[in-house]
């Protein structure tokens, strides 16, 4: 069975201050893995994704993360935070088999970017 | 342009009423997915369909119904038998070997 563990509910960082979300994955094969943001009353946005490519991988709106299997982590980051950040992140594991791919979501980070 | 397009945005139920969230694709997407989505809870599958007329039960199946008599289309019925029904629904769906899902824009089922 896969699971997702974001550690920290909420995390709030000043403007232009370094962003680190953290996501730590368990799977028992190689996990497909993906980062989504949602704000408040709309749908989830794909951020970016991991498919056993380059292991350190670029998203957009400035955000990248990095696959590191000995920590089974991928955590996002973002070099300097801006107001429009301020949002909730989700990570969320695949298997990727089969046609369908099941998703198994983290429990979600609120990013609150202060002045 | 193409998309997901979930109606309503928001559904109001009554006790005992059966409730039909839509969902649409014009992606050409094969697969299609429901989840429900509680505060602090991050999202969970309800049910999914990789292809038309085929669909299998996710975490939370009980009290839900769905169907897939188009690759469009995957609508998605909240029995009387969801006794908790008050939450965001998102659709989404995928396509390809990456199977990346893309999501609707929800729509909030509140309860009268």
């Known amino acids: 069975a896969q699971s997702v563990t974001q550690l920290g509910s909420h995390v709030s960082v000043s403007e232009g201050a370094l962003v680190l979300l953290r996501c730590n994955y368990s799977?028992?094969?190689?996990?497909?893995l993906f980062w989504y943001v949602q704000y408040p009353n709309q749908g989830l946005q794909l951020l970016l994704k991991?498919?056993?490519?380059?292991?350190l991988v670029k998203g957009i709106n400035g955000f990248e993360a990095e696959f590191k299997k000995s920590e089974t982590s991928f955590h996002l980051t973002k070099p300097s935070a801006h107001m429009s950040d301020a949002a909730e992140y989700f990570c969320?594991?695949?298997?990727?088999?089969?046609?369908?791919?099941?998703?198994?979501f983290g429990t979600g980070t609120r990013l609150q970017v202060t002045l | 342009d193409g998309g997901i397009t979930q109606s309503p945005k928001y559904l109001f139920r009554k006790e005992g009423q059966n409730v039909t969230l839509s969902c649409e694709q014009n992606l050409n997407h094969d697969a299609m997915y429901w989840y429900r989505q509680d505060p602090g809870q991050g999202l969970r599958l309800i049910y999914y369909s990789q292809i038309v007329n085929d669909f299998q039960k996710g975490d939370i199946a009980e009290g839900y119904s769905v169907s897939r008599e188009k690759k469009e289309s995957f609508p998605l019925t909240v029995t009387s038998a969801q006794k908790n029904p008050t939450a965001f629904y998102l659709c989404?769906?995928?396509?390809?070997?990456?199977?990346?899902?893309?999501f609707g824009p929800g729509t909030r089922l509140l309860v009268l």
């Open positions: 799977s028992s094969v190689p996990p497909y």
């Open positions: 969320a594991v695949s298997d990727g088999s089969g046609t369908a791919s099941k998703l198994t």
């Open positions: 989404a769906s995928s396509i390809g070997r990456l199977k990346t899902q893309y």
């Open positions: 991991y498919t056993s490519a380059a292991t």
